[in-house]
């Protein structure tokens, strides 16, 4: 059974600091992975995405990247901000649609 | 441009009552989809589209019905609601298989 699995499920960090989130699935015979951003009882917001193909994706203070032969992928947040404070999810798509992983909680205290 | 619209937002049903949301994208993607949202269960699919006029199953489709008559919508209808379909719904789109996905707001279900 294909999973995702993100670690840790919550984070609280003071505000400018550097945080890793972790995203790891069990299928290497992936097509793209997305990252996405949810804010309490909205919906999600794509923040990037990666083929399969490439190795990262920039955006802005957001760095995403891939590594299909360990399953991971890392989000990868410069100089946190409180208006950062979300749950982040990250999906891989199989053969013909998206498995999430559950997200991670995370808090930038001012 | 309004990308995924879903139709109501919130809504509270009775065991047995029927329903039916409305997903609308106006961006012309082939693929559409259902979610449904758990706490500490992710999101978890329910059927999809990959084209107007055709639908499939997804993960957990017992006690729901879909159809894509138009292909800027996809109606998700549960034709007996239980209390187990209490849950937030969303809809998503894709203009490829495995294309960035774009979602709705969510619709709120409560089931008494």
């Known amino acids: 059974k294909q999973e995702v699995t993100q670690i840790p499920a919550a984070l609280s960090v003071p505000e400018g600091e550097n945080l890793v989130l972790n995203c790891s699935f069990t299928?290497?015979?992936?097509?793209?992975l997305q990252w996405f951003r949810q804010d309490p009882g909205k919906g999600l917001t794509s923040l990037l995405l990666?083929?399969?193909?490439?190795r990262e994706q920039t955006s802005g203070r957001l760095n995403a990247s891939l590594d299909k032969s360990s399953g991971r992928s890392t989000l990868y947040i410069a100089a946190s901000q409180p208006g950062d404070s979300a749950t982040y999810l990250c999906?891989?798509?199989?053969?013909?649609?998206?498995?999430f992983g559950t997200g991670t909680r995370l808090k930038v205290l001012a | 441009n309004a990308g995924v619209t879903q139709t109501p937002k919130f809504r509270v049903l009775k065991t047995g009552q029927s329903m039916t949301l409305l997903c609308a994208q106006d961006?012309?993607?082939?693929?559409m989809y259902w979610y449904r949202q758990d706490p500490g269960m992710g999101l978890r699919l329910i059927h999809y589209?990959?084209?107007?006029?055709?639908?499939a199953k997804g993960e957990v489709p017992d006690g729901y019905n879909v159809s894509r008559l138009k292909k800027q919508n996809f109606l998700l209808g549960l034709e007996s609601a239980a209390p187990s379909q209490t849950s937030v719904y969303f809809c998503?789109?894709?203009?490829?298989?495995?294309?960035?996905?774009?979602f709705g707001e969510g619709s709120r279900l409560t089931v008494l």
């Open positions: 998503a789109s894709s203009y490829e298989r495995t294309g960035e996905l774009f």
């Open positions: 299928d290497s015979a992936i097509y793209n």
């Open positions: 990666i083929q399969s193909s490439q």
């Open positions: 999906a891989f798509s199989g053969t013909y649609k998206y498995i």
């Open positions: 961006m012309n993607h082939e693929y």
């Open positions: 589209s990959v084209g107007e006029g055709t639908t």
